[in-house]
T-cell receptor
Framework: GAGVSQSPSNKVTEKGKDVELRCDPI?????LYWYRQSLGQGLEFLIY????????KSGLPSDRFSAERTGGSVSTLTIQRTQQEDSAVYLC????????????FGEGSWLTVV | GESVGLHLPTLSVQEGDNSIINCAYS??????FIWYKQESGKGPQFIID?????DKRQGQRVTVLLNKTVKHLSLQIAATQPGDSAVYFC???????????FGKGTRLSVIA
């Protein structure tokens, strides 16, 4: 596609339920990132995939959070047993493989845990 | 730890005036910097970037200045327009497979 595509754009879920958020990066981009943004806050790094290398999971806040990237393209961020503090915008971004390339963001998935 | 931060959390400017948004970074190894604009309800949008071998780069109505001596980055917007109202983030990248580190953001409000 022309840009980074994320789905769903909005998700309301009950506390304790699992959610899956999907990211479709720009075609050809081998680097994929997930960030989280709470209301009125900056971007918090979650996880980073680069080609076939092991992902950098250093930003995942707890073991309830996981992400995978299948076939080097689409990525899914899974949050298990959601808590109210998980409510945020989850932003996906992608870039060309080399360090120092521009990172392009999707519009985000707005998650509300009630 | 290493971090990227902003001097001013909010900035109000008159339409037509120039805006300057500042950012301080602390990781001396950072060699690539980006400014993003985020409008309400949208994802961050790339504005302009600069590599550490440069100290100035110009785009359309925007200029980024990099002062490596004092680890300072600024975004200048010429003839600010109402459509420039948004939150602006600076981000830094250091060598290797490392993710971008973002500052907290500055909200720019343009007064018509």
């Amino acid at each position: 596609g022309a840009g980074v595509s994320q789905s769903p754009s909005n998700k309301v879920t009950e506390k304790g339920k699992d959610v899956e958020l999907r990211c479709d990066p720009i075609s050809g981009h081998t680097a994929l990132y997930w960030y989280r943004q709470s209301l009125g806050q900056g971007l918090e790094f979650l996880i980073y995939f680069q080609g076939n290398s092991a992902p950098d999971k250093s930003g995942l806040p707890s073991d309830r959070f996981s992400a995978e990237r299948t076939g080097g393209s689409v990525s899914t961020l899974t949050i298990q047993r959601t808590q109210q503090e998980d409510s945020a915008v989850y932003l996906c971004a992608s870039s060309w493989p080399h360090q120092g390339n521009t990172i392009y963001f999707g519009e985000g998935s707005w998650l509300t845990v009630v | 730890g290493e971090s990227v931060g902003l001097h001013l959390p909010t900035l109000s400017v008159q339409e037509g005036d120039n805006s300057i948004i500042n950012c301080a970074y602390s990781n001396s190894a950072s060699d690539y910097f980006i400014w993003y604009k985020q409008e309400s309800g949208k994802g961050p949008q790339f504005i302009i970037d600069i590599r550490s071998n440069m100290d100035k780069r110009q785009g359309q109505r925007v200029t980024v200045l990099l002062n490596k001596t004092v680890k300072h980055l600024s975004l200048q917007i010429a003839a600010t327009q109402p459509g420039d109202s948004a939150v602006y983030f600076c981000a830094e990248n250091s060598p290797g497979n490392t993710p971008l580190v973002f500052g907290k953001g500055t909200r720019l409000s343009v007064i018509a």
